[in-house]
């Protein structure tokens, strides 16, 4: 069937969101030949993956870096036509730093021979940590927070001076309410299965497993969700606010505003779960659990100087900010240092993140306290900084979703609702990871889910 001969107001499926996982999983199933509508209500698709290109910067306002790995997000990047378009730091990613507050900006260690030689740790940490192997692990029916479980395998020291700064600067949250087996369920799989993270980590290299390498495209991280919009062309309805859904045996009915109202039978919720709560409250008991998910809000600021009137240029990755060494800055990114042509010739461009849960004030500063606090925060890492020559705040109250303790009554409701409507699927960053590699591979897994059932009934009424 041809696009124009489609009726528009049925599809085969309907997805509700427009981040990475909507996007992805709607252009699997287009790909693969069912009729699909995806309805976003920002003016433009990608959700928080956004890049601003002005006057020869490039700067990423939400995620700066996609963990690439084969399987579904190198799968995602060649069937969108941007393999050619990767760029991958390589050995410049690995100059990774925490901001301890007595030395400065130190080296982060990923081995255990970095573990035993870094000054993070003193020699009674050190030997803490060396006794990993030999702890053995909780109760099977045990939910432990991410802190303390590093406490239990590793010590405390461990804790303070890299988990710490590590899940304040990426989760943007507080190892102390994180849980460990929805937050990090890689780490709570390797000591599940081998007992010990170190014998875990040499299972995985033994196997060949190496972990992903932090990539972007050639004029930012928006180049994804822009060519999978591309590809979906007029399947994709934006500036779409969507006020109700209804459901009976036959599916569902999206309405948008005074448009005419959509019907399929499938229907994917890809939107944040305080916004699929409210859409689901049309049909389901008010869902509590998913209304109550707690998002951590990240400012992101972007800041260019002159190359010339550095004291010195910021090579590597970035820097993370150590437990009480920042009154709002979680974490730095070298952008420049990252990607060529970030920055216009002779200019360092640097891409801040600050408040998360640990600073949840500072969502709410101006814009030149914001400035004020970063670049005091920026001076003690770096040295003595000129002014930018250019800079921009952009804000996220709902960044991150958080997968404190307790977290599993989000997913067990969110699968009860599924199994209460036939054909309903939710998704998104609050279900699965919050990475992007994450939400792409479980929007992936459904994409083939919602096929084989397409097929499975098709084979059916044949």
Known sequence: MKDDDMDRSRADVIVVGGGISGLTCAFWLARKGLDVRLLERDAVPGGCIRTLR????????????????????????????????????????????????????????????????????????????????????????????????????????????????????????????????????????????????????????????????????????????????????????????????????????????????????????????????????????????????VYAPVVSVALGFEARALRRTPEGFGYLAGRGASQALAGCLYTSSLFPGRAPAGHVGLTVLAGGTAHREVIDWTEEKILGAVLDDLHHALGPLPDPVFRRVTRWPRAIPQYNLGYGRVVREARAIERSFPGLHLAGAYLGGVSLADCVGSASRLARTLLEEAIGERKAAA
Not at 102 to 130: E, H, M, Y
Not at 161 to 185: K, Q, T
Request: proline share 10%; hydrophobic share 45%; aromatic share 6%.
């Open 54 to 293: 002005e006057g020869g910067w490039v700067f990423d306002q939400g995620p700066n870096t996609l963990g690439w790995a084969p399987g579904d997000v190198a799968r995602l990047c060649e069937a969108a036509g941007l393999g050619a378009r990767l760029r991958d730091p390589g050995d410049v990613a690995k100059a990774r730093f925490v901001q301890d507050g007595r030395r400065g900006l130190t080296p982060i260690p990923f081995s255990p021979l970095g573990l035993i030689t870094t000054p993070l740790l003193s020699l009674r940490g050190k030997a803490r940590a060396l006794r990993e192997p030999f702890v053995p692990p909780p109760g099977a029916d045990a939910e432990e927070s991410v802190a303390g479980f590093v406490r239990r395998r590793l010590g405390k020291e461990v804790l303070e001076g890299l988990v710490f700064p590590f899940v304040s600067g990426v989760a943007a949250g507080d190892p102390e309410c994180l849980s460990l087996r929805w937050a990090m369920p890689s780490l709570f799989a390797l000591e599940a299965k081998h007992g010990s993270l170190v014998r875990g980590a040499f299972a995985l290299r033994k196997e060949g497993m190496a972990p992903p390498r932090p990539v972007s495209f050639e004029e930012g991280l928006d180049e994804l969700p822009r060519a999978l919009a591309e590809a979906l062309g007029d399947r994709v309805l934006l500036s779409a606010d969507v006020s109700r859904i209804g459901w009976s045996p036959a599916g569902f009915d999206v309405e948008i505003g005074d448009s005419p109202r959509l019907r399929a039978p499938r229907l994917v919720l890809a939107a944040p779960a305080a916004e699929a709560a409210r859409l689901l409250a049309g049909i389901h008991e008010a869902p509590a659990a998913l209304a109550c998910v």
